[in-house]
T-cell receptor
Framework: EDQVTQSPEALRLQEGESSSLNCSYT??????LFWYRQDPGKGPEFLFT???AGEEKEKERLKATLTKKESFLHITAPKPEDSATYLC??????????FGKGTTLSVSS | DSGVTQTPKHLITATGQRVTLRCSPR?????VYWYQQSLDQGLQFLIQ???????AKGNILERFSAQQFPDLHSELNLSSLELGDSALYFC???????????FGSGTRLTVV
């Protein structure tokens, strides 16, 4: 069964304290792994797409990496405005993106 | 503004009623997806349309239906509403699979 699991469910950091979020997946024939950011009461906002193991993408304080079984979202020196829920998703063949339940990140100053 | 427009933003209705949620995709996008988000279930895929045709179905209840019109806007119809249908309903659009989706800001449905 195609599945996406994210950990931890919640993460509290101090401003400047770097950490990583994990997304593990089981899907036959990976056709991309997607990271989104979601603020409370709003729609998910696209961050990155990774297509092959070893690929990395960066945006400001965020860097996403991909292996054959999991992806990491590294957050370097986070700021309070990075507080949000981070979702990862994969597209199984023949259907739409399936999402993990997300990691809710809280960054305090 | 993501370019995907959803109306209404909020909807409060009684059990047993029927409602229609509307979505206008981003210009140029042919695919429309509907998702339901509740606190305990996360984002659940309901249904996808591509250029007017149903392309994929997820965990959509028989009480729910959708369609995509020639101008590519889409409507999600929810009938015989139950308290458990209270959730955020998101529409997303894309140029096609497997490209990333652009989400709207959602419709918050409350069934009382």
């Amino acid at each position: 069964e195609d599945q996406v699991t994210q950990s931890p469910e919640a993460l509290r950091l101090q401003e400047g304290e770097s950490s990583s979020l994990n997304c593990s997946y089981t899907v036959s024939g990976l056709r991309g792994l997607f990271w989104y950011r979601q603020d409370p009461g709003k729609g998910p906002e696209f961050l990155f797409t990774l297509y092959s193991a070893g690929e990395e993408k960066e945006k400001e304080r965020l860097k996403a990496t991909l292996t054959k079984k999991e992806s990491f979202l590294h957050i370097t020196a986070p700021k309070p405005e990075d507080s949000a829920t981070y979702l990862c998703a994969v597209p199984p063949a023949g259907t739409a993106l399936i999402f993990g339940k997300g990691t809710t990140l809280s960054v305090s100053s | 503004d993501s370019g995907v427009t959803q109306t209404p933003k909020h909807l409060i209705t009684a059990t047993g009623q029927r409602v229609t949620l509307r979505c206008s995709p981003r210009s140029g996008d042919l695919s429309v997806y509907w998702y339901q988000q509740s606190l305990d279930q996360g984002l659940q895929f309901l249904i996808q349309y591509y250029n007017g045709e149903e392309r994929a179905k997820g965990n959509i209840l028989e009480r729910f239906s959708a369609q995509q019109f020639p101008d590519l806007h889409s409507e999600l119809n929810l009938s015989s509403l139950e308290l458990g249908d209270s959730a955020l309903y998101f529409c997303a659009s894309s140029v096609g699979d497997p490209y990333g989706y652009t989400f709207g800001s959602g419709t918050r449905l409350t069934v009382v």
